[in-house]
């Protein structure tokens, strides 16, 4: 089964999208996500320029192989563009894997765990308000677990407050745009915001916050203790990634669990983190952290700790990476949720898939390999536009992590 074509599509049906394209001399083909939010085009000249020769004729069943020959083979290993590079060339092969055995991809990976995978929505208003109306939108809709991000009183924009009710994009185009940041305004005010989610809601409800990195370990581990009574099913990035010491500090303080690791490329990222158990989640997902075959191998290591996984799944990480995430979903003992941040129509009709969501779970489908398609033709209405994700400054001007 050679690989005889590879081709990489790049398209924007409302954001950037790259997806890679596998044919087999069998004419079977399949695909995988290479998008990097508001650097794809780095992934693009890496597939293009260095990867795809190096795939022309290789047998596509060879799947961990050609992991560890493309992962290897680099020498200037890791990172995320060429982790996101091998991600896609992964999920494309176990694509075709499925389509060749006529099986869905998670009948590969050990079948299904659980009937359904649970996914988590993504509430957003400008105010305290506004917040509370978008989580009982979401619950109405079936959801059980819902993240809640809010407008910070005396900030102009912060993250995860974005148009759409439904879904969010903060990559724009043009040059970043820059947001104004003030910790202490937002360390004043997110308690409140969940104990008024709490009051609307009662317990029974997940609620989950994203920090999206923007706090020191010792303010984190405040926030952490702070939001306590309102027993959140996790706060995300509470500091850097990178800060990984700064774990150790929170964990010291507080009972309030954490998530972590949507930017990491590798296990290599996550292993202390995991083995110490600094963190509850391991947020790292098939795009960005080298594909089903690597993202496996970080889930079999953090269920030794006990540690659960939450894939990201925001609207930058394409249908084509959702479907192959659902598939390892249903599959992964350690399964702990989905992020679930809906596509734009035109998304949806730019990727056709059999995945499906319904009373706040979803499910892959049953076609044949990861059950998504692109349409080439649509694709092309849609080229691409150059879009930044924000920069953002605290108030005297100093750079600050967004
Ligand atoms: C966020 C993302 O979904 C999340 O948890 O962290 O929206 C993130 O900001 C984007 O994926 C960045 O491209
Ligand atoms: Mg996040």
Redesign the pocket.
């Given at each position: 089964m050679r690989i005889v074509d590879a081709r990489v599509i790049v398209c924007s049906p409302g954001r950037n999208f790259v997806t890679l394209k596998l044919v087999t001399e069998d004419g079977l083909y399949g695909l995988g996500d290479a998008t990097l939010?508001?650097r794809e085009l780095a992934v693009v000249s890496y597939l293009q320029d260095h990867v795809v020769p190096l795939l022309i004729g290789r047998d596509a069943r060879r799947i961990e192989d050609t992991w560890q020959y493309l992962y290897k083979g680099a020498y200037w290993r890791g990172g995320p563009v060429g982790m996101t590079a091998i991600a896609s060339v992964d999920m494309a092969l176990w694509d075709i894997l499925g389509k060749a055995a006529n099986v869905p991809v998670y009948r590969l990976l050990g079948g299904a765990s659980r009937e359904a995978v649970m996914v988590y929505g993504h509430a957003n208003g400008k105010d305290v308000e506004e917040t509370v109306a978008a989580t009982a939108h979401y619950l109405e809709l079936g959801y059980k677990a819902v993240r809640a991000q809010c407008g910070i009183p005396g900030l102009a924009s912060t993250?995860g407050v974005g148009r759409g009710g439904m879904f969010?994009e903060?990559?724009e185009p043009g040059l970043p745009p820059e947001n104004v940041w003030s910790t202490e305004k937002y360390l004043s005010f997110v308690p409140s915001l969940f104990a008024r989610l709490r009051e609307e809601f009662g317990p029974e409800p997940h609620l989950l916050h994203?920090v999206?990195h923007r706090l020191t370990p010792i303010e984190a581990a405040r926030l952490g203790k702070a939001l306590e009574p309102c027993h959140l099913f996790w706060m995300?990035?509470p500091v850097p990634a990178e800060v990984q010491d700064g774990f150790r500090l929170i964990r010291h303080h507080t009972t309030t669990p954490i998530a972590v690791g949507?930017v990491f490329s590798s296990i290599f990222d996550c292993r202390h983190l995991i083995q110490e158990q600094l963190i509850d989640y391991i947020r790292s997902t098939v795009v960005h952290a080298g594909g089903l075959t690597h993202l496996r191998k970080i889930a079999h290591l953090a269920e030794m700790y006990r540690v659960r996984t939450g894939c990201?799944?925001?609207t930058?990480?394409s249908p084509v990476c959702m479907a192959a995430a659902l598939h390892f979903d249903l599959s992964v003992h350690n399964f702990g949720i989905q992020?679930y941040?809906r596509h734009t129509d035109e998304t949806d009709q730019v990727f056709p898939h059999a995945y499906s969501f319904e009373d706040g779970y979803m499910h892959p489908g049953d076609a044949p390999g990861l059950g998504v398609d692109i349409d080439e033709a649509l694709a092309a209405q849609y080229p691409y536009a150059r879009a930044y994700?924000p920069v953002n400054r605290r108030e005297d001007g100093t750079a600050h992590d967004w």
């Open positions: 939010n508001g993250y969010y903060p990559a994203d999206h995300e990035d949507e990201h799944g925001a930058d990480l992020e941040m994700l």
